[in-house]
């Protein structure tokens, strides 16, 4: 429960961290990450060519995951505006149901029944837990509002939605297909669940975004940070996923 | 013709009376609003295992419009700005195409045909009908512009082109499945036309949006209808669409 | 080289000559344009009666082309705000995907394997081209900043990608399907290619936007190019569309 509070209290001051980081000097780590997922989209597409037991959808959704990633932190590193308060969620409006969807497609890409229901409640939920996002942050920011937001609680059950709809409809549809699949859909749903819990982490650890906590990151940390674990959910992920495919294939 | 022209009257003040109604105390039933949307939500999921014949999409997409309404409602209730001129719309926009997604699925779902291309048509033009909304809002605030403007015009074609297949297609689709399903169709899409028009009424009668007019109901009213209206258009109706196809599916 | 440099310069003032046009006296070409779009969408809808080889997805995705490019136009010409700085993106971020979609289910229609992930690839190829041009323009105004934007140089290589898969992929799905598809497919690409380009051409000649240059089409002429080069990439390219699947379907 406190917890939970603390995540709210920092994802709240999310918005006055656009600045500090900009100009933390983490630029060249900015431009790292944007030329890796540039780099990443081509070498998912090159790689399909390689593991050929890969269905075509995988590598264009990963490549438009890491695009569209890359695009959105370009106003980083230049003078954009328009974006530039709510580009965290930008990026993340497009890309977390894009990563969600590569996810659940793992567990059913071999499966004769249709899914289109429950892929569509699960990338629809990842969408309406962004906007919950939005809607925290803007209301926490409004000057006459005092605690945490409907919103945010909100946004916590339907994450509880998501994460049941991850480890029970569609781990079950990786298991009727084989035992193969399924231990590969766990270790990538594991993966995705560890490192998106990972994010409130080091906001709480942030001097910039949280200062009555622990304070360990300075702004240049936290700005680094917001780096390296988008680079393992985006990049490393679309090569992770690409190559559990291609195992679950040569097993089966 | 006259009608008509009331009705952009009063439309286009629709921008100036959230405050109006954000102040008018009506904030309870704004709250009762919004936690009826989440245990009705919540509801269908559950009713969807008593009603064991009807498809899963449907619980899902009843979900969907309600889950979205709650939270764009909390913008009314909690210091929220990002949303707040255009949070009706921003409700409409992703609720009001579910919600024409929902009636004609409930159309279509037992037809063998393939009918993406009509089910887009419908879906689509009711976000170009919203977006209308927004166009000829947004018009009738600069300063000099006088009349009415034509994206309101526009809509009301659009309007009459959805009504037609709502009632010309897609009844037809009902009717070649089974007598049963078109007659529970058609129960359902005369709710939603009757209720769709009754916000047009409910905005005419409304002192603070039309002051012009009889101006039966104040602030606190209005606010009130803007509870009631949505309450049967997403609420209800999720359930009323669910036990008419568990009905259609007992008789069939 | 230079010459991606000219329509560089010439596509980040974009923004600036929405005023320069919209008070260039332009008004009643505007209007002829959004009238034409509004009439063409009915024509669409006629035609298909008359030409019955034509799949309705065609006329459908053709009067949602024209529809939400006039709806968007309506605000040169009425004082709408809201938009207005963003409104030729507004209307390409809708509207040109449905042109390449229109396109691409040209050469898959009769195609009997799947295509949905190509066909989604090159959707959101051409939706993310539109997003680098918004960015490229906000990074070009604001004061700090000097030189091109990389996103601008992003956009170039997604275009060649889009258009690898126009020629490549898609063509080759024509072909499998008839000598005659693939003939028709061919003009309607090297068409829409062709206006698509001519779209900076027009913006270098212009004075307002580009007065260094050769300075050939001032404020009036330059609007006028803005309603001839929609008018053939939109209306007519939907007649011709159809007009080719027509023949298409006649010849096989």
Chains 1, 2, 3 share one sequence.
């Not at 780590?29 to 081509?42: K, M, P, Q, V």
């Not at 919950?132 to 942050?137: D, F, R």
């Amino acid at each position: 429960m406190i917890g939970v509070i603390l995540i709210y209290e920092v994802t709240s001051r999310l918005f006055m961290v656009y600045e500090a980081i900009a100009a933390s000097g983490s630029s060249p780590y900015i431009w790292a990450y944007i030329a890796t997922a540039l780099l990443s989209g081509l070498a998912y597409l090159f790689l399909y060519r390689v593991w050929d037991n890969v269905p075509r959808r995988f590598p264009i959704i990963h490549f438009f995951i890491v695009s569209w990633s890359a695009l959105m932190y370009l106003s980083f590193v230049e003078g954009q505006t328009l974006f530039s308060d709510y580009v965290w969620y930008m990026d993340w409006i497009i890309s977390t149901p894009l990563i969600v969807l590569a996810l659940v497609l793992t567990a059913t890409y071999k499966s004769e029944g249709s899914h289109y229901d429950l892929i569509g409640a699960a990338m629809g939920l990842q969408f309406m837990l962004i906007v919950t996002g939005i809607v925290s942050q803007d209301t926490a920011m409004s000057a006459d509002f005092v605690g945490i937001p409907v919103a945010f609680w909100l946004g916590c059950v339907w994450l509880a939605g998501l994460i049941y709809l991850l480890w029970g409809p569609f781990k079950e549809i990786a298991e009727q297909t084989s035992h193969h699949l399924a231990q590969k859909y766990k270790i990538l749903a594991g993966y995705i669940s560890l490192f998106f819990a990972l994010y409130p982490t080091a906001w709480y650890l942030s001097e910039t975004v949280y200062p009555e906590g622990p304070a360990v990151l300075g702004a240049f940390e936290t700005s680094l940070a917001f780096v390296i674990l988008p680079f393992f959910c985006k990049q490393v992920y679309g090569f992770l996923d690409m190559y559990m495919i291609h195992q679950a294939g040569e097993e089966m």
